[in-house]
């Protein structure tokens, strides 16, 4: 019988939504290859001064161990922008240059865009060594495969979506009352600040029926915690386990992200898995997946369009049930793991 390839999986670990892929892309892939996962590196926790060293220390520890790991038959690397890319570009380049593997390069993050148009000859540098060194660049959606076609060249860049298990979420699509989500981190970025003034401004609006649950820790816990305080129908959950989280997901009608900046995120397509209608923003690879019948899209930062946008959700439940059916047969066809996993196994194949 003819051995398996070994893939390395390389990333960070407590990342969100790229930990998140890299668990799934193992899970999926470990009974048709040999799946090994590199995941030495964390993301750290303080501020300042205190998070740049523990952010260079466990680089450094990283890229040290790195070169101690079985070769393998290919290497599959992880990277978003700025710190993230510069330890890809290790693995990426050892791994080509040293164990002469085919290298995939995988780009997530929310500011990969403004990355590329820095104006530092330096990065730019960088950037031309690494994507002149991998076999193919993974991007997730078209938006991305037009910018980073710029310097890989067309034929290495291939278009691959973030994806979900639709099986494991089982949607209930409740309308009495219409149920808001937002599972996130409870970061400026993520847009929690203006859907809790959004939540105040409803609150403050006569005749709607609707309650709220926000799950996810960060710095602006607090507030959430003081405005689930005030009102009966809104809860804060704080962190959710993987299977909380979907179960949550799986009981709400309106899955709301009026984030700053993504790439594709995972979140609003675990939304979508459990089928809720879709409000958030206009940014990165969002537009091509949120058109009109699966929700709508608000200007990043404006709290009070964010609330007119769920007052009008919340005043026509039907039309939120119709988007949220709608969103659960996109997932099912389009984004599942399934697919998505036949996708990177023909890729490697190729690559090999």
Not at 69 to 80: A, K, L, T
Not at 145 to 166: C, F, I, T
């Amino acid at each position: 019988m003819k051995p398996k390839q070994t893939l390395l999986i390389v990333g960070p670990k407590g990342t969100g939504g790229i930990d998140r892929y890299i668990t799934e892309q193992r899970r999926y892939l470990e009974d048709r290859m040999d799946v090994r996962v590199y995941t030495r590196y964390t993301a750290p926790k303080g501020e300042g001064l205190e998070l740049a060293a523990r952010m260079l220390l466990s680089s450094l520890i990283a890229v040290v161990l790195f070169p101690f790991q079985r070769r393998p038959d290919i290497v599959h690397v992880h990277s978003s922008h700025t710190y993230s890319f510069y330890r890809a570009a290790f693995f990426t380049l050892f791994s080509k240059y040293v164990w002469r593997v085919p290298v995939v390069l995988h780009i997530h993050g929310s500011s990969f865009d403004d990355f590329l148009a820095t104006d530092s000859r330096a990065v730019r540098r960088l950037q031309s060594l690494v994507f002149d060194a991998v076999d193919d660049v993974v991007v997730l959606s078209e938006y991305w495969r037009g910018l980073v076609s710029r310097l890989a060249g067309e034929e290495k860049v291939h278009v691959m979506a973030n994806a979900v298990e639709p099986a494991e979420y089982d949607p209930t699509y409740p309308t009495d009352p219409v149920h808001l989500v937002f599972v996130s981190n409870l970061i400026e970025r993520k847009g929690i600040r203006e859907f809790l003034d959004a939540i105040e401004i409803l609150e403050s609006t006569p005749g709607l029926d609707f309650e709220v649950s926000i799950g996810g820790r960060g710095p602006h816990a607090d507030r959430a915690e003081a405005v689930a305080a005030a009102h009966d129908n809104v809860s804060y959950l704080g962190f959710l386990s993987e299977e909380d989280k979907r179960d949550l997901i799986s009981r709400g009608t309106v899955f709301v992200l009026p984030t700053y900046a993504e790439g594709l995120p995972i979140a609003m397509l675990e939304g979508m898995a459990g089928g809720n209608a879709i409000v958030t923003t206009p940014v990165g690879s969002i537009p091509e997946v949120i058109t009109d019948d699966r929700g709508i899209l608000v200007a990043p930062g404006d709290a009070e369009e964010l609330a007119r946008a769920l007052a009008r959700l919340v005043s026509n439940p039907e039309e939120a049930v119709r988007m949220g059916r709608t969103n659960r047969a996109v997932i099912e066809e389009r984004y599942s793991w399934q697919s998505n996993a036949d996708e990177l196994v023909a890729m490697y194949a190729e690559a090999a």
